[in-house]
């Protein structure tokens, strides 16, 4: 049975949350704490399998809370925000320090204990409960040096997460130059509400330049983010394209269009990434790239928060399963050649 532990500012939300979460009577909420410094003193006692955490608290607020958890006693963190408007930099913060998620307040429904959001919200916990999870010094990863091989080619890169997946975007991205010359393009499953704020956090603390990706923008160095509800696509002439329309599976945007895209206009000069996250999404797409003679990669089990979206890639025929230290080191060691350049 889940262990939870409920970090939250508000007493009258903290009792709220606590009647949707042991609704069903599988999950036990073990622990009520109203500051992060409570948390944080009771993790050692309570022991719980999951934290839900808001970033706005009295004295210590929930981003310390999270690099302090997770640099010394890790574990998975569910962030709960007010407002993902006003909050989501924040929460995009949180997940690169290690949370697995981030949801909005407005998003549940906390009046109807056994309504289909509630139910939803407990399944996450129940899954986020199993995640595994790993120690995430507060230091930015230090560069791997390169590989010393023949250097392949690379025309533009897509990267692929959900659960787990921004803390290793962060340092992926982090330990590229500023100067790095091969376009990145992104697809991060998220909560609605937090894409925007994701993309400027990270703007704000990487090297590269990271965007929302726009339609019809021609593809740049940087890192371009699928903006929410719309896949984001390679298009011929190297520009991006943004489809709101198409039903690809379960995920709009989709890792599986974005590599499929990529396959068709860059051939063996494409790139795809698989990162930590649940289902399967990208995994069609890596194999794809791979068959067009491009190089497909997932994140390795020891470092994956979720290993349902790497495994599956892996399963397609990833050519490496690498940490996401030996990724990065991988993506330096690219020579960037352009679409239609010979």
Known sequence: MPRVLICDGSHSYAGRLRRVLEHDGDITVAAVCATAEEAIAALPRVRPDVVTMDVE???????????????????????????????????????????????????????????????????????????????????????????????????????????????????????????????????????????????????????????????????????WIAPEGAHLKLAPAGRLRLDARTVAGRHRPSGDVLFESIAEVAADKGVAVVLSGMGNDGARGAGAVRRSGGLAIAQDQESSAVFGMPKAAIDCGADLVLSPAKIAACLIDLRYEPVGQA
């Open 57 to 223: 608290l009295p004295g210590m607020d929930g981003l310390a809370a999270i690099e302090e958890i997770m640099s010394r006693r890790p574990l998975p963190i569910l962030v709960i925000t007010a407002d993902a408007g006003h909050t989501s930099e924040k929460a995009a913060a949180a997940l690169a320090a290690g949370a697995l998620e981030a949801i909005s307040k407005d998003d549940l429904d906390l009046d109807d204990p056994g309504g289909a959001a509630a139910a939803a919200f407990r399944n996450r916990a129940r899954l986020l409960s199993q995640a595994q999870v790993i120690r995430h010094p507060r230091a930015r990863l230090r560069k791997t040096p390169a590989p010393q091989r023949p250097r392949r080619r690379a025309a533009v890169i897509g990267i692929c997460g959900s659960t787990g997946g921004p803390y290793v975007l962060a340092r992926l991205l982090g330990d590229l130059p500023a100067e790095y010359p091969i376009p990145i393009l992104v697809v991060q499953h998220i909560s609605a509400g937090f894409t925007d704020g994701l993309a400027h956090w990270l703007d704000q603390s990487v090297p590269l330049p990271v965007r929302i990706a726009a339609d019809g923008a021609p593809m740049r160095p940087g890192a």
